[in-house]
Nanobody, 113 residues
Framework: QVQLVEFGGGSVQAGGSLRLSCTVY????????MSWYRQAPGKEREAVSRIATNVAPTYADSVKGRFTISQDKHENTLYLQMNSLKPEDTGMYYC???????WGQGTQVTVSS
């Protein structure tokens, strides 16, 4: 059984930084293609960033230049470094293994102005 465990959410002021992590337990192959999504209150879940083996990472236009996705494949852990945070980045952030189609439990990010 595959499980994704997330850490790193919190509350910061605008301009601050947070780093999210997501560890894959169960099957290491599930970490080959992974994404971060977010969902703001009252809005639909949206893709934030994606990383896959031998493929350049992709980012939503709203986070380009501020967020960086990365992986530690030895630790089966996905990261999202978020800098220059804005209030509109507030929401629940979820990781997902696209390879195995499993979601993490989500971690809350709140950015105050």
């Amino acid at each position: 059984q595959v499980q994704l465990v997330e850490f790193g959410g919190g509350s910061v002021q605008a301009g601050g930084s947070l780093r999210l992590s997501c560890t894959v337990y169960g099957h290491s192959s599930c970490s080959y293609d992974m994404s971060w999504y977010r969902q703001a209150p009252g809005k639909e879940r949206e893709a934030v960033s994606r990383i896959a083996t031998n493929v350049a990472p992709t980012y939503a236009d709203s986070v380009k230049g501020r967020f960086t996705i990365s992986q530690d494949k030895h630790e089966n852990t996905l990261y999202l470094q978020m800098n220059s945070l804005k209030p509109e980045d507030t929401g629940m952030y979820y990781c997902r293994t696209e390879s195995c189609r499993v979601w993490g439990q989500g971690t809350q990010v709140t950015v105050s102005s």
